[in-house]
């Protein structure tokens, strides 16, 4: 087999992640990510599968109200998924069905655990509310994969239309960062900002009004840039982690108040999220006055 390193495994991570892998996951699996790498042929999709199956292991020890041995496997099953990314993009070996795999992985994982843990509680007690809990937690996760990739759709609609609106006179940041050193600083404010790369191109910062309204926003990202972080504090990792990890460890009476705050947290963050994206689209010209402001 090969002779990877360590510092090959750690090559492969993602340049941001959420913070509960970065900290909490990604030490863990980066380690196990290079025994398979050297000692095993396993793949990409394997380890998928895999961690379905630990999944799958963690669903049922819920529903039995092993609630700790839930939250250690369900912990278990998300560092074996964080593995194949990591693998596939070490020895190449990704596939295009791999995509697909590991995103609907995610989502039978969170809906068997969810309604293990509610239908398994509410045997046990005959709450109702753990049953709605479980609910909300299957509704949050689908609301979040779903609002992403729209929100997405947004941004690019948002640049396509200021594009034409301006008549070409800008280009993508994307393709600047990679074109050209930049600072901390320029990087951070650059999310959905435009800058020149040729005379005569215009800078326009799609993100003028929420850095108006939020000066602060940016010495916040720059500080979790430093350590590998994103700025979306609580994403679909950090909920799942709160709900299957964080609440069983603490017993079936913090279960339900857990998945509230996390999930009253989770939709902050997508408002957030919402919120940005509305008013970076507002910053579009619709009239030559409005061109022009922009132009000058």
Same mark, same amino acid.
């Given at each position: 087999?090969?002779?990877?390193?360590?510092?090959?495994?750690?090559?492969?991570?993602?340049?941001?992640?959420?913070?509960?892998?970065?900290?909490?996951?990604?030490?863990?699996?980066?380690?196990?990510?290079?025994?398979?790498?050297?000692?095993?042929?396993?793949?990409?999709?394997?380890?998928?599968?895999?961690?379905?199956?630990?999944?799958?292991?963690?669903?049922?020890?819920?529903?039995?109200?092993?609630?700790?041995?839930?939250?250690?496997?369900?912990?278990?099953?998300?560092?074996?998924?964080?593995?194949?990314?990591?693998?596939?993009?070490?020895?190449?070996?990704?596939?295009?069905?791999?995509?697909?795999?590991?995103?609907?992985?995610?989502?039978?994982?969170?809906?068997?655990?969810?309604?293990?843990?509610?239908?398994?509680?509410?045997?046990?007690?005959?709450?109702?509310?753990?049953?709605?809990?479980?609910?909300?937690?299957?509704?949050?996760?689908?609301?979040?994969?779903?609002?992403?990739?729209?929100?997405?759709?947004?941004?690019?609609?948002?640049?396509?239309?200021?594009?034409?609106?301006?008549?070409?006179?800008?280009?993508?940041?994307?393709?600047?960062?990679?074109?050209?050193?930049?600072?901390?600083?320029?990087?951070?404010?650059?999310?959905?900002?435009?800058?020149?790369?040729?005379?005569?191109?215009?800078?326009?910062?799609?993100?003028?009004?929420?850095?108006?309204?939020?000066?602060?926003?940016?010495?916040?990202?720059? $500080?979790?840039? +430093?350590?590998? @972080?994103?700025?979306? /504090? &609580?994403? %679909?990792?950090?909920?799942? #982690?709160?709900?299957?990890?964080?609440?069983?460890? $603490?017993?079936? +009476?913090?279960? @339900?108040?857990?998945? /509230? &705050?996390? %999930?009253?947290?989770?939709? #902050?963050?997508?408002?957030?999220?919402?919120?940005?994206?509305?008013?970076?689209?507002?910053?579009?010209?619709?009239?030559?006055?409005?061109?022009?402001?922009?132009?000058?």
């Amino acid at each position: 087999m090969g002779g990877f390193t360590l510092d090959d495994i750690l090559a492969t991570r993602k340049p941001r992640d959420s913070w509960w892998t970065v900290f909490m996951v990604d030490p863990l699996a980066c380690r196990l990510a290079l025994l398979v790498a050297n000692h095993t042929s396993i793949t990409p999709n394997g380890l998928t599968r895999l961690s379905m199956l630990i999944g799958f292991a963690s669903a049922a020890a819920f529903t039995e109200g092993m609630l700790a041995a839930g939250a250690v496997l369900f912990y278990l099953s998300f560092t074996v998924d964080c593995m194949d990314g990591k693998i596939a993009r070490l020895k190449g070996t990704g596939t295009p069905f791999g995509l697909w795999l590991d995103y609907v992985g995610d989502r039978v994982r969170v809906v068997c655990c969810a309604f293990g843990w509610g239908f398994g509680e509410y045997t046990r007690t005959g709450d109702t509310d753990v049953v709605l809990a479980a609910v909300g937690v299957v509704v949050l996760d689908l609301f979040r994969y779903i609002n992403g990739p729209q929100l997405k759709r947004v941004k690019d609609a948002t640049r396509a239309l200021l594009y034409a609106r301006l008549d070409g006179q800008y280009v993508l940041a994307e393709s600047v960062l990679r074109s050209r050193p930049r600072s901390e600083l320029e990087q951070a404010a650059a999310e959905f900002g435009e800058v020149a790369t040729d005379e005569g191109a215009t800078v326009v910062d799609l993100q003028k009004a929420f850095h108006a309204r939020f000066p602060w926003y940016d010495r916040f990202r720059v $500080f979790l840039v +430093r350590h590998r @972080v994103r700025t979306h /504090v &609580v994403s %679909g990792i950090e909920f799942h #982690a709160a709900v299957f990890v964080v609440g069983p460890l $603490f017993g079936p +009476r913090a279960m @339900v108040p857990v998945s /509230v &705050v996390a %999930g009253a947290l989770l939709l #902050a963050f997508e408002m957030s999220l919402v919120y940005r994206v509305w008013l970076a689209a507002r910053q579009v010209p619709s009239t030559a006055a409005e061109k022009q402001k922009i132009l000058v």
